[in-house]
Nanobody, 125 residues
Framework: DAQLVESGGGLVQPGGSLRLSCAASGFTFSNYWMYWVRQPPGKGREWVSAFHTGSGTTHYADSVKDRFTVSRDIAANTVYLQMNNLNPDDTAVYYC??????????????????WGQGTQVTVSS
């Protein structure tokens, strides 16, 4: 079965960095749009980035642009989210999401998108 497993979350001080990983299994990793989505405490889910595993094309939300970077390791079927200069507003559960089908960009909200279990990131002094 297709599966996404996030890791790398934790507690970090403001200004610090973390790298999240999203390990994919059960499907061919290339040519998918994948997303990082986060849910701050008490709030709704919000989009962080979109990333195409084939071309490497990446889009970022304005709130994380120039601080977060997405990358991939095709051989390891893994997508990473490098987060720098973290601030308390970045505190959230971070999810890795795969689009519904190969080559489509139906979005992370689409029925049939594949979600990981999430990893908690807490930014606090």
């Amino acid at each position: 079965d297709a599966q996404l497993v996030e890791s790398g979350g934790g507690l970090v001080q403001p200004g610090g960095s973390l790298r999240l990983s999203c390990a994919a299994s059960g499907f061919t990793f290339s040519n998918y749009w994948m997303y990082w989505v986060r849910q701050p405490p008490g709030k709704g889910r919000e989009w962080v980035s979109a990333f195409h595993t084939g071309s490497g094309t990446t889009h970022y939300a304005d709130s994380v642009k120039d601080r977060f970077t997405v990358s991939r390791d095709i051989a390891a079927n893994t997508v990473y989210l490098q987060m720098n200069n973290l601030n308390p507003d970045d505190t959230a559960v971070y999810y890795c999401v795969r689009d519904v089908a190969v080559g489509t960009m139906m979005g992370w909200r689409a029925n049939g998108a594949l979600w990981g279990q999430g990893t908690q990131v807490t930014v606090s002094s």
